[in-house]
């Protein structure tokens, strides 16, 4: 009975058992079947998640279900630090074990892109595009995860969402101009996408490669792939509860990730 | 070859028919006989002393005590006399009758007892070919001399795998040789082909046509995730006659230098572990056939190492030596457990290997008639020919020479 | 050769006894051995204590052979033997107890064949059989002993000219002859049309060719004239035998066996020619043995089979009194006692005391023994030539 001291965490409880505030999950579900990401054959691939049952009440273990689990750490619903990026090697705290915890939990504002990916696998978030989103819905604060609802999450369990053709994956993302921007002029804490990467499905190809994963972990800072759910969340208001797991020099690791947002009404 | 043979259909109330094997248990000199057959070689026991060929397998000359080796011989002979077999109190056989066998006079000049092909009557010659019987024992049957021989023979059959109406599962159909694999079993009228795509799938490939002939069915499958086997598996609607694993995982490196532990274990995943899940799977599906067969696409580098390959190498000597356990265990089955060998193949992952390489569609064709022909172990190329010729003579010797 | 085989002198052959034969039996070989054993005693009053010498044959008496089988039925021999011979088993046991009593290694010798049969005694036997077998003959469609003998049949057939109605000619009689056999197993008449009507086996083998395994036993004695006498038994002497094995070797198929390398010696050591046999014994497991026998005896000329067949009687008051009993092919194969019924039946003929009809003066009788087959052909060959002891 004895509840926290502080007032603001006794009514988030409060608010949450009434329904007032609906904890909303980002994640996929994590099997065998969940797509990875896939680089040039000359490449180490990412491992998918893969299953197997060491006993399930049986002779290997009357009373017990437990099953091995093996995966990369960029495998599903997961989170990527600073150390993933060649350019973010030299940042301080920079893996999932020394990220402080108060940076998982941050508060978020969804921009909607689903149209402009329904009509363009290849769609490019540019400044332009984020500029112009602003003045239909007001600034992007400081210090929030910026995720890009792209409604790929839909896409789960068909060709599509890995979008393979014989040059490559097709899905939308940033161009370097557009990180810059909120980077270093809306100091993002980081970019949460539903596609496999942060960077878009081409974006190897770019005049500036990749730069998503090069301009946010230079700078310091995280990235979310494969979430879902995003159409559920407002455009600002919801706070992301996203915690890697503590991997001694992880790169990253696959996580649950949920949103706190106020009530649809 | 166009026209699909239709799948077996068959009463679902009715209880399933069971498959026998004949006694198995044979002498050891029968078994190194076996052990020549399995190579597709007519051999006989001759004397290092007085030259003369002898039959059935045994322990010393009976013309001289002189000491006894096993050497291919000519296989002319000639029919002396006959009998059609209509009781047995073997079950295999009791399935079989009535069954047809003879005595011949063989032209290297032992007499034999042998299967008779339902061409060939007293008198007549005859080719006679070293083929294992259902339980993985080497038999003479006698066949036609010339002209071609047919395999519709319902003794014949017992000792090939048909291919035509067959249900085929080819393990990974998306590389360079699982669709030569896939397009030589279509074309050897095979009924349904199960084409395992190792993921991620493409959308390209939905067009591929090798894909879209008719009777093939492409599945997403990766023999290394046990629930992308079983789900593969529970696709095959019907019975399953056939297993072709054409996985495997070839990369380069060493041992102490350029060695790459991912790649290392991802070769082991795939030719040994991803072997035995696979066969693990697929033996109680094929145990139920009539004419059940596994037949795995190894490596030639299995047998001695590979300096440059030597994960590879590793992982296919591992592949090879969990294939004498499976052949053992299936033959009280009646089902066929195939080798084809092969050296470096004509694909992408052999880039930098000088020829000779295998063309895909080569190794295809090796491997359906592996099966027509019933051959336990088959080589391709010069490459897998020369290796295996050098190991079976010296094994030490080869092994260094391989790696130097 | 450099040395004659020595005559038979002081050995005298009787008290042959049989177990009357039953299809199937719960019992072991052991307990037909006994059973046997028990009728000696009663027809000779020997016991366990009297025996010193013990010949013993059987397929299914494992893992037990001799020695397990003196202990077991309280013998204590200074002389024994294990035959392991089959068909030729009754003719073998008779010559080396013969030269052990003629030698004075042992004085009652009692020669012994007992086999049981059981639902499965058949497939197991066949199973492990023989190392040849094994591997080249029962792979082949494991038709057993009836293919073997059909590629034999076969051959011989094209060879001589021998037809199905010349094989029937030989069942027909051997069935005539065991009516009067009380102990016979088959005794409903047999007709030529119903021979050849038959249902087939392993062409060109049917029904009627092949025997009916059963279970039984028989013995008999070997010991000396004055011991015999003393016990008021009535015997016979022995004039000849031969003994071949693995005979003609590079002959491709089997159409003569070891007696035609050894008969012309047996006759001259018997001092009579085959038209003084009364009654003849030879080992029918199948009917081209039997003519097999009949001309590598010297009956007639091989090439003169069908028609020597064709021309003979075979009845017990015929021309040539053949299997007397009715032979296996009537009266049952009770395993390695196949190869001592022609004995014990030889012997009853001669020492008049028949187990149904007796042929007409019966004097001397051969007795011819076969078996096993090891691969392609039977091994082992033996013949011997008896003759009542006045």
Not at chain 1, 148 to 166: A, E, H, I, P, Q
Request: net charge negative; proline share 7%; glycine share 8%.
């Amino acid at each position: 009975m004895n509840m926290s001291t502080n007032p603001a965490l006794a009514a988030m409880l409060g608010e949450i058992a009434s329904g007032a505030i609906r904890v909303i999950d980002l994640t996929n579900i994590l099997s065998s079947d969940f797509p990875v990401i896939v680089l040039p054959s000359e490449f180490g691939q990412c491992e998918p998640f893969r299953m197997e049952t060491v006993s399930r009440y049986d002779g290997n273990g009357p009373a017990w279900y437990w099953n091995n689990i093996s995966m990369n750490e960029h495998t599903g619903t997961h989170f990527d630090a600073p150390a993933h990026w060649i350019t973010g090697r030299d940042i301080p705290n920079g893996t999932v074990d020394a990220i402080p915890a108060e940076d998982f939990i941050h508060p978020a504002v969804v921009i909607d892109i689903a149209d402009e990916a329904a009509a363009d696998d290849d769609f490019i978030v540019t400044r332009g595009f984020l500029e112009e989103w602003e003045k239909q819905n007001g600034p992007i604060p400081a210090r929030h995860w910026v995720l890009l609802r792209s409604d790929w999450s839909k896409r789960v369990g068909t060709l599509s969402y890995l979008n393979l053709k014989d040059d490559g994956a097709h899905s939308p993302g940033p161009d370097a101009d557009a990180m810059r921007f909120l980077v270093h002029d809306r100091d993002c804490i980081g970019l949460g996408v539903e596609t496999v990467g942060t960077d878009a499905g081409q974006a190897s190809l770019f005049d500036e490669p990749l730069p998503a994963h090069s301009i946010l972990h230079g700078n310091g800072r995280f990235g979310l792939q494969c979430l879902t759910n995003l159409d559920q969340l407002p455009v600002f208001g919801s706070v992301i509860v996203a915690t890697p797991l503590k991997i001694k020099g992880g790169s990253g690791s696959p996580l649950r990730v949920i949103a706190l947002a106020p009530d649809k009404d | 070859m166009t026209e699909r043979s239709p799948r077996e259909k068959r009463d679902p109330l009715a209880r399933k028919k069971a498959r026998h094997v004949s006694p198995a248990t044979r002498s050891r000199a029968m078994h190194a006989m076996s052990a020549r057959a399995a190579q597709g070689r007519f051999v006989l026991q001759v004397c290092t002393d007085c030259d003369k060929a002898t039959y059935p397998p045994r322990d010393a000359c009976p013309y001289c005590w002189g000491e006894l080796v096993w050497q291919d011989r000519p296989n002319g002979a000639e029919i002396l006399c006959e009998t059609v077999i209509r009781t047995s109190t073997d079950l295999y056989f009791r399935d079989h009758l009535p069954w047809r066998m003879g005595k011949v006079a063989l032209d290297a000049g032992p007499v034999a007892l042998v299967h008779l092909h339902q061409d060939l009557g007293v008198n007549d010659r005859a080719a006679v070919r070293l083929m294992l019987d259902r339980g993985g024992n080497a038999a003479l049957f006698a066949l036609p001399p010339t002209g071609e021989i047919d395999m519709t023979d319902p003794q014949l059959r017992e000792f090939t795998v048909p291919v035509v109406g067959k249900t085929v599962l080819v393990s990974d159909a998306s590389s360079a040789i699982g669709l030569a694999v896939v397009k030589a079993l279509h074309d050897a009228g095979a009924g349904l082909i199960v084409a395992g795509m190792l993921p991620p799938e493409r959308l390209t490939d939905q067009k591929h046509p090798i894909l879209n002939l008719d009777g093939v069915q492409p599945v997403p499958l990766d023999i290394v995730d046990q629930v992308s086997l079983s789900e593969a598996l529970s696709k095959v609607g019907g019975p399953l006659d056939i297993v072709i694993n054409t996985a495997r995982h070839v990369r380069g490196g060493g041992v102490s230098e350029q060695a790459n532990i991912v790649e290392q274990r991802r070769a082991f995943d795939v030719s040994a572990i991803g072997f035995t899940r696979l066969a693990q799977a697929c033996a109680p599906m094929l145990a139920g056939r009539s004419h059940g067969a596994f037949v795995d696409l190894i490596s030639s580098d299995a047998l001695a190492g590979a300096t440059d390959n030597a994960a590879f190498a590793a992982a296919e000597a591992a592949r090879l030596s969990l294939l004498q356990s499976f052949r053992h265990e299936m033959r009280a089955a009646g089902v066929r457990v195939l080798s084809v060998f092969t050296g470096p193949v004509e694909d992408e992952h052999h880039q930098p290997v000088p020829p000779p390489k295998v063309a895909p569609a080569r190794l295809a064709a090796a491997i359906v008639d592996a099966l027509h022909q019933g051959r336990e172990q088959s080589c391709v190329g010069d490459v897998a020919s020369d290796a295996m010729a050098r190991w079976l003579s010296d094994p030490m010797l080869y092994a260094r020479e391989k790696n130097l | 050769m450099s040395r004659t085989p020595a005559p038979y002198d002081d050995v005298a052959v009787c008290a042959p006894v049989t177990a009357p034969y039953v299809r199937f039996s719960p019992e072991s070989a052991h307990w037909w051995a006994g059973k046997v054993l028990r009728q000696l005693a009663q027809d000779t009053g020997f016991g366990p204590a009297d025996i010193d010498g013990f010949c013993f044959a059987s397929f299914s008496a494992g893992p037990d052979t001799a020695v397990g089988l003196t202990q077991h039925l309280g013998l204590t021999p200074r002389w024994l033997d294990h035959l392991p011979t089959g068909g030729a088993s009754g003719v073998m046991a008779l010559r080396r107890a013969a030269r052990a009593v003629q030698c004075g290694d042992a004085e009652i010798v009692v020669c012994l064949a007992a086999d049981t049969n059981q639902i499965d005694s058949f497939r197991h036997s066949l199973a492990n059989f023989s190392r040849f077998s094994q591997d080249a003959v029962y792979p082949y469609g494991f038709g057993g002993p009836n293919a073997t003998f059909a590629l034999i049949t076969d051959a011989y057939m094209r060879a001589f000219g021998v037809t199905r109605e010349d094989f029937g000619k030989l069942c027909v009689a051997q069935r005539a002859n065991a009516m009067s056999n009380p102990l016979a197993l088959q005794r409903r008449p047999l007709s030529l049309e119903a021979y050849l009507a038959a249902r087939p086996i392993a062409d060109p083998v049917h029904l009627f060719d092949c025997v009916m395994p059963c279970a039984g036993a028989e013995a008999f004695i070997v010991t000396t004239p004055e011991i015999a006498k003393a016990r008021g038994l009535a015997a016979a002497s022995v004039l000849a035998t031969i003994e071949r094995h693995n005979a003609f070797p590079e002959d491709p198929v089997q159409l003569r066996a070891g007696w035609a390398m050894d008969i012309d010696q047996f006759w001259a050591s018997a001092g009579i020619s085959p038209a003084d046999v009364d009654s003849l014994q030879v080992y029918d497991d199948y009917p081209v043995i039997v003519a097999m026998q009949l001309a590598d005896l010297g009956f007639c000329k091989q090439e003169d089979v069908a028609d020597f067949i064709r021309s003979t009687s075979f009845a017990i008051d015929g021309d040539l009194p053949l299997n007397t009993n009715g032979g296996q092919l009537s009266a049952g194969q009770a395993g390695a006692a196949g190869g001592f019924q022609n004995m014990t039946e030889g012997l009853r003929q001669i020492l008049r005391q028949p187990l149904g009809d007796q042929v007409p003066d019966a004097e001397i009788s051969v007795v011819s023994g076969f078996g096993l087959v090891n691969y392609d052909r039977g091994i082992c060959t033996g013949a011997a030539a008896l003759r009542a002891m006045k």
